[in-house]
């Protein structure tokens, strides 16, 4: 998988908007398992999140927002140290500590978000994957699974809802 320029979506003043580069994971589950179900299509793609922190263990905070006072969303960049992306996100992000920080962990293999009942986590991962190698190696798995909403992303992506009063203030 090739990475894509990350979209219009979220807030319009986010500066990963068209010119960083990357890959977008949920990050939310439930037990160690994502949710039975997926806003973007009936292929799911599952890595294990070792084998995305194996090369890439700089993280940062990208954006807060919310699309019609629904649900609120996190985006999260994952970048190779020493990389362009890197240096783009140290002079524009907030870095946190990949460990210890108030959206995601990491623990036994699996990255976990810390409170899926208030907020969704996006992770932009940006490295190019190779889903067959992962495979092969067991480290990625494809299912097919029920598909929610209009089954895809939307093109060029969703604004935040400007009169959302938590993602406004």
Known sequence: MGTQ????????????????RGLFFMANNVNGEPPP??????????????????????????????????RHYVILVITRPGSHADWFCQSRLVQLDITNN??????????????????DVEVFYT?????????????????????RGQGHSTLGGRRKDTSCSICNP
Do not use: W
Not at 8 to 18: E, F, T
Not at 49 to 70: I, P, V, W
Not at 109 to 119: E, H, S, V
Not at 127 to 146: F, P
């Open 127 to 147: 490295e190019d994957l190779n889903i067959t190698e992962l495979q092969i190696r067991g480290k990625a798995s494809m299912t097919t699974v029920e598909t």
């Open 37 to 70: 179900y997926s806003y973007f299509g009936p292929r799911r793609i599952q890595i294990a999140a070792g084998e995305l922190l194996h090369s890439a263990r700089n993280l940062y905070f990208a954006d807060f927002y919310c699309m019609k006072g629904r």
């Open 102 to 119: 108030p959206f995601l962990c990491f623990s036994m293999g699996q990255l976990y978000t810390t409170d899926t009942d208030n907020f």
């Open 5 to 20: 320029v990350k979209d219009n979506g979220g807030d319009p003043r986010s500066p990963i908007n068209g010119r960083l």
